[in-house]
């Protein structure tokens, strides 16, 4: 079977080779970002600004070029390149069909990402109603504002793990402590509970 595939490929005109190629290349490129989403965390998605997003998408869905419209825009153009080449379209005709096919890929992506954000709150707003509430450290937070540890606390309907840190001495894994205040906008501070 490989080697009928090989011998499909090798009499594929080099146009259509090209088409197929950026094809596979983006799916299998959007197929590592979502492994990375789901078991990693974040899929190092890159927007226009230059800034890395390590939270699975856009910063706020403001950057309309990131790697994952581009690779769906260039799945469309391979693929949809392909398939008109195929219909006896020539190399031309073809690129502008796949062209087309990709930007409306794109557009649709953009779209449909942009409402999933505006779904999504931005953390701040629901991070501050966890202040003078108690929870319990899950991570060792390092005392003086030496490093981050992380609390396990209950706010907005659910239990949340969030990055913390402490002016006091260290707090050892299992202490109760009450949020002070936010500490920038992802995490907190805490102090023991007496």
Request: zero cysteines; a negative charge; charged letters at 10%.
């Amino acid at each position: 079977m490989t080697h009928l595939a090989l011998i499909s490929w090798n009499e594929e005109d080099f146009s259509l080779q090209v088409f197929w190629a950026i094809g596979w290349f983006s799916l299998v490129f959007i197929g590592i970002q979502a492994v990375l989403g789901l078991f990693v965390g974040h899929d190092g998605d890159t927007s226009s600004s230059g800034s890395l997003d390590i939270h699975g998408g856009h910063g706020g869905g403001g950057g309309y070029l990131s790697m994952r419209s581009i690779s769906a825009m260039l799945l469309g153009l391979g693929f949809g390149g392909a398939i008109f080449e195929r219909n006896g379209f020539s190399v031309g005709i073809s690129a502008l069909g796949g062209l087309a096919i990709g930007l409306v890929i794109g557009v649709i992506y953009v779209a449909m990402m942009n409402s999933l954000y505006r779904l999504r709150s931005d953390g701040t707003a629901v991070l501050s109603d966890a202040i003078n509430k108690s929870g319990t450290v899950y991570m060792r937070i390092p005392g003086s504002m030496a490093g981050a540890g992380e609390i396990q606390i209950s706010f907005g309907g659910r239990m949340q793990n969030i990055k913390a840190y402490t002016h006091g001495w260290d707090l050892a894994t299992g202490t109760a402590v009450r949020v002070v205040s936010l500490h920038g906008d992802q995490a907190l501070l805490v102090e023991k509970l007496s």
